[in-house]
């Protein structure tokens, strides 16, 4: 079964500063997907970006990028120029293409703070 | 505005009852998934269902049952043998499983709070 792990359950960066969220997985397979979710204090879930394995380029929107490494399994989340809406709970998702369809796995999340 | 409808937000149950949590979509999503969050333990997977009339179990899918009658909805039942079942529920659905990787991206619902008392 694949396995997603975030090492740093919290961390906190300062506002307009950058901060990287780590990510890693076991998988495998070759063929599969990666995702970045964000769970703000509201608790409603939102999408922040998403990399298909298959692609060298690491992805990218605003101030929201990824560093994909396949070789080393790793899938870190970088936010610049950090703002205070940013503060929340952050989950890393692998999704398998390989083996049927089958849904995300979620990590157990890092809970970002941004101070003001 | 297309979206996913949890209700109760809050419900509280005593021990020995059943508790059904409504989920609605009008996204026109053919799958489906109900979620279970606990501090420190991330999501977890209860079922999820790619089409009507068929569900599948997730991960941690013991003590709970659900249906798909209608593609819009997928109401997930908390049953008397779901041993701690006080947590924060999930739900959401996607356009479909296996394509690319936007018709993966989960729409999540605003979740319900069960508090078993």
């Known amino acids: 079964a694949q396995t997603v792990t975030q090492s740093q359950p919290e961390m906190s960066v300062q506002e307009a500063e950058t901060v990287t969220l780590s990510c890693t997985y076991d998988?495998?397979?070759?063929?599969?997907?990666l995702f970045w979710y964000k769970q703000p204090p509201s608790r409603q879930m939102i999408l922040v970006i998403r990399?298909?394995?298959?692609?060298?380029q690491n992805a990218t929107e605003n101030r929201f990028s990824v560093n994909f490494q396949k070789a080393a399994k790793s899938f870190s989340l970088k936010i610049s120029d950090s703002q205070l809406g940013d503060t929340a709970m952050y989950f890393c998702?692998?999704?398998?293409?390989?083996?049927?369809?089958?849904?995300?796995?979620f990590g157990k999340g890092t809970r970002l703070s941004v101070i003001a | 505005d297309g979206g996913i409808t949890q209700s109760p937000k809050y419900l509280f149950r005593k021990e020995g009852q059943n508790v059904t949590l409504s989920c609605e979509q009008n996204?026109?999503?053919?799958?489906m998934y109900w979620y279970r969050q606990d501090p420190g333990q991330g999501l977890r997977l209860i079922y999820y269902?790619?089409?009507?009339?068929?569900?599948q179990k997730g991960d941690i899918a013991e003590g709970y049952s659900v249906s798909r009658e209608k593609k819009e909805s997928f109401p997930l039942t908390v049953t008397s043998a779901q041993k701690n079942p006080t947590a924060f529920y999930l739900c959401?659905?996607?356009?479909?499983?296996?394509?690319?990787?936007?018709?993966?991206?989960?729409?999540f619902g605003a979740g319900s709070r069960l508090t078993v008392l």
């Open positions: 959401a659905s996607s356009i479909g499983l296996g394509r690319d990787s936007g018709a993966n991206v989960l729409t």
């Open positions: 998988t495998s397979e070759s063929n599969y997907y």
């Open positions: 990399q298909e394995a298959y692609k060298q």
């Open positions: 998702a692998f999704m398998n293409l390989n083996s049927g369809n089958t849904p995300l796995v």
């Open positions: 996204l026109n999503h053919d799958a």
């Open positions: 269902s790619q089409i009507v009339n068929d569900f």
